[in-house]
C-alpha cells in the first residue's frame, strides 16, 4: 500500500488522500450543479469548488441532537467565508434567534411567536420588511392585539 501512495505522489505532485478528497469535491460540486443546488444556502450566491457542508438548524441544543445532525435535509452548502462569518448559534436562545434571521423561501415563512414555518399567506403584507410580509402570522398578531386590549 505505501508503494503505491509513494508512486501515486511521485507521478502527480501530491498524496492520494488529497487527490481522493479533491475529487470527491468536484464530483459533489458536479452533482449539485446538475440539480440546480449550486448557491449558498447562507447567502444565496452562487457556489464555486471551495465550499462547506452546513447544518441549516443548529443540532447540538435539538431533542435528538444525533438524528438532526445525520438528518440529510438539514444539510446545506456554504462558501467558506459565509460559514465561517456566521456566529455559532448552538444555544437555546441563539437556535430561536436564528429561526427567526433566516432567509425566506418562496413559499414560507417563520413566525417566531408560534415557532414554526407557515405560508406566506397566513402573513400581512409589509412592504418594509425583506420579505414582503409582517414578522409573525396573522394567528399571533391578532392574540397579541387581543392581549395588548385586555391589558391596557
Same mark, same amino acid.
Given at each position: 500500500?505505501?508503494?503505491? &501512495?509513494?508512486?501515486? /505522489?511521485?507521478?502527480? $505532485?501530491?498524496?492520494?488522500?488529497?487527490?481522493? %478528497?479533491?475529487?470527491?469535491? =468536484?464530483?459533489?460540486?458536479?452533482?449539485?450543479?446538475?440539480?440546480?443546488?449550486?448557491?449558498?444556502?447562507?447567502?444565496?450566491?452562487?457556489?464555486?469548488? #471551495?465550499?462547506?457542508?452546513?447544518?441549516?438548524?443548529?443540532?447540538?441544543?435539538?431533542? #435528538?441532537?444525533?438524528?438532526?445532525?445525520?438528518?440529510?435535509?438539514?444539510? $446545506?452548502?456554504?462558501?467558506?467565508?459565509?460559514?465561517?462569518?456566521?456566529?455559532?448559534?448552538?444555544?437555546?436562545?441563539?437556535?430561536?434567534?436564528? /429561526?427567526?434571521? =433566516?432567509?425566506?423561501?418562496?413559499?414560507?415563512?417563520?413566525?417566531?411567536?408560534?415557532? $414554526?414555518?407557515?405560508?406566506?399567506?397566513?402573513?400581512?403584507?409589509?412592504?418594509?420588511?425583506?420579505?414582503? &410580509?409582517?414578522?409573525?402570522? =396573522?394567528?399571533? &398578531?391578532?392574540?397579541?392585539?387581543?392581549? %395588548?386590549? &385586555?391589558?391596557?
Amino acid at each position: 500500500m505505501s508503494n503505491k &501512495r509513494n508512486y501515486f /505522489k511521485e507521478k502527480t $505532485g501530491i498524496s492520494l488522500g488529497t487527490a481522493h %478528497a479533491r475529487l470527491q469535491r =468536484r464530483v459533489m460540486f458536479d452533482l449539485l450543479k446538475r440539480l440546480g443546488e449550486d448557491n449558498c444556502c447562507i447567502c444565496k450566491e452562487s457556489l464555486g469548488e #471551495d465550499f462547506t457542508l452546513e447544518h441549516v438548524e443548529p443540532w447540538l441544543y435539538s431533542e #435528538d441532537p444525533l438524528q438532526k445532525y445525520m438528518d440529510v435535509g438539514n444539510i $446545506g452548502f456554504a462558501h467558506h467565508k459565509c460559514n465561517s462569518g456566521k456566529a455559532r448559534r448552538d444555544t437555546p436562545a441563539q437556535i430561536k434567534k436564528f /429561526k427567526s434571521q =433566516r432567509k425566506y423561501s418562496k413559499t414560507h415563512k417563520f413566525c417566531p411567536r408560534c415557532d $414554526g414555518f407557515k405560508k406566506l399567506l397566513e402573513f400581512s403584507k409589509h412592504s418594509g420588511s425583506a420579505s414582503g &410580509r409582517e414578522s409573525h402570522c =396573522r394567528v399571533c &398578531r391578532k392574540k397579541k392585539n387581543t392581549e %395588548a386590549r &385586555r391589558s391596557s
